[in-house]
């Protein structure tokens, strides 16, 4: 891939503190605004690193955990926006909507150590225009940036591929997933039923349409089915 090499740098653009400008309002008019939110101050800190040595873009905003990029977000209106999927407070999943609510042309990527279906299906339903992993080449997060930045959306054929299998099979109702949930914690049908308040019958009956909707053919089967998509955590 073709990579323009960053133009004459520009003075460096000091922090006023954590989510503070990084960049001032007098900044040229094509600078592509970032907000970036992760709970990970290495990380950052590196792609604070990695976008300021290009004159064409600039940090204008960080964040740590979900509430505060959505805070950041309200108050800095980036370009573009660079979220963890996973955060405290409020996931990025959670981020997005929130920002939505307020823009629903705002620019969102999900940069994120996940690749699972659920994790890729989930925040592409929710607005992001990209989904990246943080062992991404830098160039390709650059890249990414820019295209989002021209309101296209960016997929990797790895994530794309991911997407189709997630999008292409039945999904699960919420009760459903209130069953899966606890078959993961090893609960047996009677107890599954007792927590949910549900006959044992009703629960056999979920469990037959979960077995349906993944392709497996055992509680084993379903529960690492659903673990490798990202819908269950072991």
Excluded at 46 to 56: E, N, P, R
Excluded at 66 to 92: F, I, N, T
Excluded at 199 to 205: D, I, L, Q, R
Aim: aromatic share 2%; glycine share 6%; hydrophobic share 40%.
């Amino acid at each position: 891939m073709a990579t323009r090499r960053p133009e004459k740098p520009v003075p460096s653009n000091k922090v006023d503190g954590l989510g503070g400008a990084r960049a001032e309002q007098t900044a040229r008019t094509t600078t592509i605004r970032v907000l970036i939110a992760d709970d990970h101050v290495v990380v950052r800190d590196g792609l604070v690193a990695m976008i300021g040595k290009w004159s064409d873009m600039a940090v204008v905003a960080e964040a740590r955990d979900g509430q505060e990029a959505v805070d950041q977000w309200l108050r800095h209106r980036p370009d573009v926006s660079l979220l963890d999927l996973r955060m405290p407070k409020l996931d990025g999943v959670g981020a997005i909507e929130r920002i939505k609510e307020a823009d629903a042309t705002a620019r969102i990527i999900l940069l994120t150590t996940f690749d699972s279906d659920e994790d890729i299906y989930r925040g592409i339903r929710a607005g992001a225009k990209a989904y990246l992993l943080k062992d991404a080449p830098r160039d390709d997060i650059l890249e990414c940036i820019l295209k989002v930045h021209r309101g296209e959306t960016v997929v990797s054929p790895s994530v794309a591929a991911k997407l189709a299998e997630r999008v292409g099979g039945a999904e699960l109702t919420e009760r459903e997933m209130e069953v899966l949930r606890a078959l993961a914690t090893g609960q047996t049908n009677k107890e599954i039923g007792r927590s949910l308040f549900i006959s044992e019958t009703t629960v056999k009956a979920h469990l037959k349409s979960i077995f349906t909707k993944l392709d497996v053919l055992s509680r084993t089967e379903a529960v690492a089915s659903a673990a490798r998509r990202g819908m269950v955590q072991l």
